[in-house]
């Protein structure tokens, strides 16, 4: 069974930091593109940070040059570290992967983690 376990989130001030964590398991991710979305109150989920299997990252507009994605493909494991915390920053982090075959997707989210940033 696969599973997705996000942990490192918290509550801290603005112009602070924190780093997310998300450990899969019961399969390999090692070759798989693995992302970071979030969602605030009253707001649709969005894409913060996403990394393929070969190492290339994208950001979201509102993260570039705050936050760092990165991968332990021996751990299974991706990070999202944040820097510079904005209050509009808060909200719920979910990690996702999926698997892509023939016959269609198959996505995982992880349970997310709170984040909150206080002004």
């Known amino acids: 069974q696969v599973q997705l376990v996000e942990s490192g989130g918290g509550l801290v001030q603005a112009g602070g930091s924190l780093r997310l964590s998300c450990a899969a398991s019961g399969d390999d991710f090692s070759a798989n593109a693995m992302a970071w979305y979030r969602q605030a109150p009253g707001k649709q989920r969005e894409l913060v940070a996403r990394?393929?299997?070969?190492?290339?990252?994208t950001y979201a507009d509102s993260v570039k040059g705050r936050f760092t994605i990165s991968r332990d493909k021996a751990k299974n494991t991706v990070y999202l570290q944040m820097d510079s915390l904005q209050p509009e920053d808060t909200a719920v982090y979910y990690c996702?992967?999926?698997?892509?075959?023939?016959?269609?997707?198959?996505?995982?989210w992880g349970q997310g983690t709170q984040v909150t940033v206080s002004s």
């Open positions: 990394i393929t299997g070969g190492g290339s990252t």
């Open positions: 996702y992967t999926d698997r892509r075959a023939v016959w269609g997707i198959t996505p995982y």
